[in-house]
């Protein structure tokens, strides 16, 4: 991490709140870097820590009063007022840089970790990781361009949940079947619960089996004696 916006981002990435990190200017620092770590090839940052960094590599002008040699006094307020204004330029950096999508990914998480989506939304979106929920803004995003798809609940489903396969009736388009190879449990049942509500049209139905596959006739495989559930 050599820049603001990088150390910004890699919070997000770790699940860190931005206000867990807390910027300010060391005694010494480096002319050559924006952010002088302890370690140069540090990747990862800690809950709550402190990142020293060089002000004047790209804000000269607005620090250049701040840290006047002679000025020893308020050095608490100081070191407030400056990890208040580093936040802000680093929020700048990462908006700067986003593409749109990305802005409408984050309004998006906004609204719905505020519950504008629903109460199961709010619940169930912690329960994905950082890029699980990013991959699920991206299926939000194309589904209020084309509206609700078989064909992005399918990659969501793909994505999002191993071991499955699902199941469309051509003949009876409202009909999906959905096989899960694993253990029914109440984490993956609310995400299960979360992909149905979020990318069906409820007006369909939808029908989960756990474990054990459904017998389809003519497929040997699904109509093993113990190993099948009945539909």
Known sequence: MNYLWEAVIQA???????????????????????????????????????????????FFEIFKDLYQPDYQQGNELRGSLTNLIVHQLAGNDVLSGMTKEEYYKKLLLQDIELGRNGALAKEIIFLFDIEEQQIILSGMLR??????????????????????IVYH????????LIYI?????????????????GFLDMAGN??????????????????????????
């Open 143 to 164: 589904q209020y361009q084309t509206g609700c798809s078989v064909d992005i609940f399918r990659e969501m489903m793909g994505a999002l949940i191993p071991d499955h």
């Open 12 to 58: 997000g990435s770790q699940g860190i709140p931005e206000e867990n990190l807390y910027f300010c200017v060391p005694e010494v620092f480096s002319a050559y870097m924006e952010i002088s770590n302890v370690f140069l090839n540090q990747n990862g940052l800690e809950p709550e820590q402190s990142i020293e960094i060089n002000p004047y590599y790209r």
């Open 181 to 197: 190879g694993r253990k029914r449990e109440e984490q993956l049942e609310k995400k299960l619960q979360f992909l149905i509500s």
């Open 169 to 176: 009736n051509n003949e009876r388009s409202s009909e999906i």
């Open 206 to 231: 939808v029908d989960i089996y756990y474990e054990y596959h459904f017998g389809i006739i003519g497929v040997g495989e699904t109509m093993m004696i113990d190993e099948i559930a009945l539909c």
